[in-house]
Nanobody, 125 residues
Framework: QVQLVESGGGLVQPGGSLRLSCAAS????????IGWFRQAPGKEREGVAC????????YYADSVKGRFTISRDNAKNTVYLQMNSLKPEDTAVYYCATQSSDDASWYAPIDYDYWGQGTQVTVSS
C-alpha cells in the first residue's frame, strides 16, 4: 500500500525555521506530484506547496512564497518542506499528499489521492 510518513513538526518562535519531511513508499506508479497542505483549527485545508515528480517544477501559495521551499530527494523517496521566517499564522497541522492525475490542480485537496497523518507546527512566542 501507499504510505506517507511525515515528521519534523514542533513548536518554534516567530522568525524561526522548521524542516518537514515526507517519506513515501509503496507506489506502483510514480505520482504526478507531491504536495504539502495545512489546516488550522476552524479553517479549511489549503495547499502550501507542490513539486512535480517528473520535471521538478514547484508551486507555492502566495502566503508562503519566499519563505518556504519544497524539494525532493529521489534516492530517499522523500519530499521536504523547508519553512523559514515562520509566522503565527503558519500554525497548523501540515500534511503531505500525492497526486496521480496530470489533469489536476496542485492546490486542490480533492485532487490528491493519498495523505500522511499530519504533523503539528506551532509558531508562538
Amino acid at each position: 500500500q501507499v504510505q506517507l510518513v511525515e515528521s519534523g513538526g514542533g513548536l518554534v518562535q516567530p522568525g524561526g525555521s522548521l524542516r518537514l519531511s515526507c517519506a513515501a513508499s509503496g507506489f506502483t506508479l510514480d505520482p504526478t506530484a507531491i504536495g504539502w497542505f495545512r489546516q488550522a483549527p476552524g479553517k479549511e485545508r489549503e495547499g502550501v506547496a507542490c513539486i512535480s515528480s517528473s520535471d521538478g517544477n514547484t508551486y507555492y501559495a502566495d502566503s508562503v512564497k519566499g519563505r518556504f521551499t519544497i524539494s525532493r530527494d529521489n534516492a530517499k523517496n522523500t519530499v521536504y518542506l523547508q519553512m523559514n521566517s515562520l509566522k503565527p499564522e503558519d500554525t497548523a497541522v501540515y500534511y503531505c499528499a500525492t497526486q496521480s492525475s496530470d489533469d489536476a490542480s496542485w492546490y486542490a485537496p480533492i485532487d490528491y489521492d493519498y495523505w500522511g497523518q499530519g504533523t503539528q507546527v506551532t509558531v508562538s512566542s
